[in-house]
């Protein structure tokens, strides 16, 4: 798709990529929050397929009872074969963390993505409906 389209659809769709930012910061610098993020959470609350492919892999060395901090988290991405390159540099992840809020209120932005998800869903569901009532008729 063009950039333009992108843009358009991005924002028409509900999405917060400061909130999914943020939740991916608290996760790599405050390892007390995982317990808690990793049972409000699920892989899909993304929007941001980069983010979604960060939480995936925190989710799997946090399963794997590994620390989950910034290199371990980047030796999992460097293995990723889908992973985009603006993911492999360390870059992307040091600024998530030094951006993560002060505040570290995990169940906030967990809710914010929580809201969001749902919200698309439903767009989803809905526009399937107007599509079958199209084809019907």
């Known amino acids: 798709f063009p950039v333009t389209i992108i843009k358009k659809i991005r924002s028409q769709v509900p999405y917060s ?8 910061g608290i996760c790599l610098s405050d390892s007390s929050a995982l317990a808690e993020i990793m049972s409000m959470v699920k892989d899909e609350y993304f929007f941001v397929d980069d983010h979604r492919r960060i939480y995936q892999h925190i ?8 620390p989950v901090e910034l290199i371990s988290v980047m030796d999992r991405l460097r293995t990723d074969k889908e992973a985009s390159d603006s993911l492999l540099g360390p870059s992307f992840l040091v600024d998530l963390i030094e951006n993560a809020p002060v505040s570290q209120s995990p169940e906030y932005y967990a809710q914010l ?16 409906l107007n599509y079958f009532n199209c084809v019907k008729l």
């Open 113 to 128: 993505l929580r809201r969001d998800f749902y919200l698309r869903s439903t767009m989803t569901a809905s526009q399937s």
């Open 17 to 24: 990529p400061e909130a999914e930012k943020a939740l991916i």
């Open 59 to 66: 989710r799997a060395t946090y399963d794997a009872r590994q």
